[in-house]
């Protein structure tokens, strides 16, 4: 592969939703040397092509029924960009590419934003406990312990894929950046967990810390 100094020039797909949920950390890829590319449901494209603005995207709404047909599209979509020969790593945004992705390629990361039979509980989809619920529990299950690497972004979601088969040492947590902007929780962010893990109110404010002391 091209080298830049003694820098090897990694190349990687990302499989996401949507191109913009990507976008910042693409950008610092390419000024870094690498090459990303990136694929989503709407179609392909280099890095450079999204990044100019030229390619809009409609959202589509969670469904749970769908992603069994999204995980069979995504493997056509993955073994378009011949993943084995055009790239180093693939790494899945969600988990219908996930899903493709441990299937298809050798060497994925998968990105653990939510997990989705909670995210599905979240948005009203199935009750907790309830058969699709486990059945999906199950799937990622199977990402999580065949993925060459896992990222999460919370020491919760951490724990949530140990628990679910995510060997240690290939967990990987990266905090999410602080932002100035006050910007409602995406829709793949999980904002009623608290309340359901820990039968927190839903207006409570919680504060994490390593320990607590206090006296006898």
Known sequence: LPRIGRTKVWRVIHACEYARDVLPVVEGQVAVGMRPF????????????????????????????RSWQDVRNWRKSLLDCAPET??????????????????????????????????????????????MGRSFRVAEQFILSRAAAVIVHSLGLKEAALERGAPPD?????????????????????????????GFAPDSVSFFVPQFAHDA
């Open 38 to 65: 990136i694929v989503t449901p709407q179609g392909a494209g280099s890095a450079e092509l999204y990044l100019s603005g030229n390619n809009q995207e409609q959202p589509r709404s969670l469904s749970l029924l």
């Open 86 to 131: 055009t790239s180093d790593l693939v790494h899945a945004h969600c988990f219908a590419a996930g899903m493709a992705a441990v299937r298809s390629c050798s060497c994925v990361v998968y990105d653990l934003g939510a997990c989705i039979e909670e995210m599905a509980i979240s948005a009203g989809l199935c009750e907790s406990g309830s058969w």
């Open 170 to 198: 290939a967990v990987f947590l990266v905090p999410e950046p602080i932002s100035e902007d006050n910007e409602p929780p995406a829709l793949s962010q999980d904002i009623d967990f608290l309340t359901r893990r820990f």
